[in-house]
């Protein structure tokens, strides 16, 4: 497994460089503020620019860690903030991410989730806001790495601000350093957010490179901001009906993906696999740590001063082994499991023993079983075929290169098993009807991406705002009582402490 050690090397002098940007020497007289954000970024050659956004994927890490409340602050699981609001997964206890009635703007894992989305920004705001300034003269002898650094961060910008547009509408859009300590953050336009993470993702994709040689295996290609881009423009093309605009640029960037070298594994399982990571199939994977790092601190974050965190993964979230002590775990709704066909081999390496087994039926863990080495696959060709398929659908494009997109997941399917399955079958490639094909794609995601990031609830999202599908009764399948407001939870609720300090800047969400 290829792993980021780069990062232990270079995230304590990165974040000292953060802490005092904007000081003097005047200002601070400890020898270590010596080094201003100016001298970091115009005096340290291109290396403090690789540190720098180094420092991003350090972030996005964060949203996969357990908080396990230590030090009496409450337990937090961010990834499940995404995953719980689904109809596939269901949870042993009540959660306010799966019975919606009990989400209060003052929620730890909302505060955290807002909290760290921001702090990525602002670091890749710094970043950049520095290399416009200084990077020319830094890079005159690479202006080709100056673009791949730049392309890094502005993807990481925007793949933030697309979040935080689906789960917001209206988050504060930030887009350089905040200097100004009477600064408060204010809404945005519906939809700005959006239309800025699509703009940026388009910029990125033109800086990024093909693909990474070792020892960077696993960063940030033009695929990965393609098939975010996507993604965004998908959901862009579903604000109303479905615009078939926003849905012709989708499939111009799915287009672009074709010819760079990404293909489907031969077993769907592979995906999962500790030991197999960052495969012909993912676009974006996400690179959690390995046994080099067993003597960190798996219970904090990996950029926290006073110790060094574990660059891992809290896949425990789908083990009953972490019922122990009454902590929470995820389990596989009961419309999931009758979603399978009969014999489909993802059935078994998605649900087995009544658990979630992606990820963590082959995971990697740390010395003490308390952390996952496995990394996160956040985008792989399957969603990329699928969402092209829908976009190709819902624009009036030919129907029958719909539905043969699908069949080579289905194929891919039914040949996962030993010996192979003859399920799922293709389907028939002469179907005409529009709304049969489209509830075809629609189950095939949940075949194919149950479990895995947030793509479920989003999808739930889009096709309710297109018409699709009317979420005002949904059934959530959820073993808790739950109390779904369409009216309210289909957005998150701004933190309660940044509504205050806004002093009526920041208005919250609808209902909260």
């Not at 200097?179 to 519906?190: E, M």
């Amino acid at each position: 497994m290829k792993k980021y050690n780069l990062f232990k090397q270079v995230l304590t002098i990165l974040f000292t460089v953060l802490i005092v940007q904007g000081c003097t020497d005047k200002d601070l007289d400890a020898p270590f503020a010596k080094q201003t954000a100016v001298s970091f970024f115009s005096e340290g050659g291109t290396d403090n620019y690789n540190k720098a956004v180094i420092g991003g994927y350090a972030k996005l890490t964060q949203f996969y860690k357990n908080y396990t409340g230590v030090n009496g602050t409450p337990r937090t699981y961010l990834n499940a903030i995404a995953l719980m609001r689904d109809d596939m997964l269901t949870s042993n206890q009540p959660d306010p991410y799966e019975v919606f009635g009990s989400l209060t703007a003052t929620d730890a894992s909302t505060s955290d989730y807002y909290k760290l989305a921001y702090q990525l920004v602002n670091r890749m705001n710094l970043t950049l806001e520095y290399m416009a300034e200084y990077g020319d003269q830094v890079f005159v002898d690479d202006m080709e790495l100056k673009n791949t650094y730049e392309g890094e961060a502005r993807f990481m910008r925007a793949y933030m601000y697309f979040h935080l547009a689906i789960n917001y509408d209206t988050p504060p859009l930030i887009v350089n350093t905040i200097k100004d300590l009477a600064f408060v953050p204010s809404n945005s336009a519906s939809g700005e957010v959006l239309d800025y993470a699509i703009s940026e993702l388009t910029a990125a994709a033109a800086l990024l490179p093909d693909s990474w040689a070792a020892p960077n295996t696993g960063r940030i290609t033009k695929g990965s901001a393609l098939g975010i881009l996507g993604k965004a423009l998908l959901h862009k093309a579903t604000i109303n009906g479905y615009n078939g605009g926003h849905l012709g640029l989708a499939i111009a960037a799915f287009d672009q993906i074709d010819g760079l070298g990404y293909s489907l594994l031969s077993n769907f399982g592979d995906n999962f696999d500790g030991e197999k990571e960052n495969g012909a199939e993912s676009l974006f994977e996400l690179q959690f740590g390995n046994a080099d790092s067993g003597n960190n601190n798996i219970w904090v974050p990996i950029d926290d001063f006073n110790v060094i965190g574990d660059l891992g993964g809290f896949w425990g979230f789908f083990s009953k082994h972490w019922s122990v002590g009454g902590a929470r775990y995820m389990l596989p709704s009961a419309k999931l499991q009758a979603s399978f066909e009969a014999d489909d081999p993802r059935m078994a390496m998605t649900v087995a023993g009544g658990i979630i087994s992606k990820y963590t039926a082959k995971d990697v863990v740390d010395g003490l079983g308390k952390t996952s080495f496995n990394n996160a696959r956040v985008l792989r060709l399957a969603d990329v075929m699928l969402m092209k398929a829908e976009a190709i659908l819902m624009s009036g494009g030919d129907k029958s290169v719909a539905i043969g997109l699908l069949n080579k997941i289905r194929e891919r399917a039914r040949n996962s098993a030993s010996p192979s399955s003859a399920v799922p079958a293709d389907r028939n490639m002469a179907e005409t009807d529009e709304n049969v094909i489209l509830q075809w794609i629609m189950e095939e995601r949940v075949a194919e991406l149950s479990g895995e990031e947030s793509w479920r609830w989003y999808d739930l999202i889009r096709w309710h705002k297109a018409g699709k599908i009317d979420m005002t009764s949904w059934d959530f399948s959820s073993d808790q009582t739950t109390a779904f407001d369409v009216s309210k939870h289909l957005l998150l609720p701004f933190p309660a402490s940044e509504v205050s300090i806004s002093s009526g800047s920041l208005i919250q969400n609808a209902g909260y």
